[in-house]
């Protein structure tokens, strides 16, 4: 099974600051490898996905993620916050290709936008 | 938007009482699968379905039971609720891009037990 690990449940950051939420997974093959918003009392929304057809993924709402396989990590980055960028996210990997593909979900990290 | 709803969207029940979460799509995707959020846990898999009748257990299965009678209904059922199964429950289905499966959630459904 694949386990992936979300260091910081808090992170606050300045607006207009840089944004760097970490993500590392551990499996020995490089599993399929997302990352998810979600905003107050609402569902997951998919930010980006890896699919190692690159290594530096880009999202929406200017979010992007780099796929490092050396330090099995998938970082989340975002160069300047927004107030509205306040959220929590989650990191995600599967790996499957005959079953399921059952995500597995690291524990989440609250962003926080200081204005 | 994945065409996903979750009925209700917010319960409160009693411990020992039988409970039906719904989950409907429109798109007729064939995976769709049950999760509960919990602070601290992230997201963890209940059960998911691989179409008409097929299912099979996720992580925390335990006291739970899921039926799929047909495509577009994934029913979850806690048999006798436990104030431990307190929770926001997801369903989601999974869809093909870029040649990987994704999985879409839909809104949530928030269950508190007494």
């Known amino acids: 099974a694949q386990s992936v690990t979300q260091l910081g449940s808090h992170v606050s950051v300045s607006e207009g600051a840089l944004v760097l939420l970490r993500c590392n997974y551990s499996s020995s093959v490089p599993p399929y490898l997302f990352w998810y918003v979600q905003y107050p009392n609402q569902g997951l929304q998919l930010l980006l996905k890896y699919t190692s057809a690159a290594t530096l993924v880009k999202g929406i709402n200017g979010f992007e993620a780099e796929f490092k396989k050396s330090e099995t990590s998938f970082h989340l980055t975002k160069p300047s916050a927004h107030m509205s960028d306040a959220a929590e996210y989650f990191c995600?990997?599967?790996?499957?290709?005959?079953?399921?593909?059952?995500?597995?979900f690291g524990t989440g990290t609250r962003l926080t936008v200081i204005p | 938007d994945a065409g996903i709803t979750q009925s209700p969207r917010h319960k409160v029940t009693e411990t020992g009482t039988p409970v039906t979460l719904r989950c409907h799509q429109t798109?007729?995707?064939?995976?769709m699968y049950w999760y509960r959020q919990d602070p601290g846990h992230g997201l963890r898999l209940i059960h998911y379905?691989?179409?008409?009748?097929?299912?099979d257990k996720g992580e925390v299965s335990d006291g739970y039971s899921v039926s799929r009678s047909k495509t577009e209904d994934f029913l979850l059922t806690l048999e006798s609720a436990t104030s431990s199964q307190t929770s926001v429950y997801f369903c989601?289905?999974?869809?093909?891009?870029?040649?990987?499966?994704?999985?879409?959630f839909g809104p949530g459904t928030r269950l508190t037990v007494t």
């Open positions: 989601a289905i999974r869809m093909t891009s870029g040649g990987i499966y994704e999985q879409y």
């Open positions: 379905s691989y179409g008409v009748k097929d299912t």
């Open positions: 798109e007729n995707h064939r995976y």
């Open positions: 995600a990997a599967s790996r499957d290709q005959t079953g399921a593909n059952n995500l597995f």
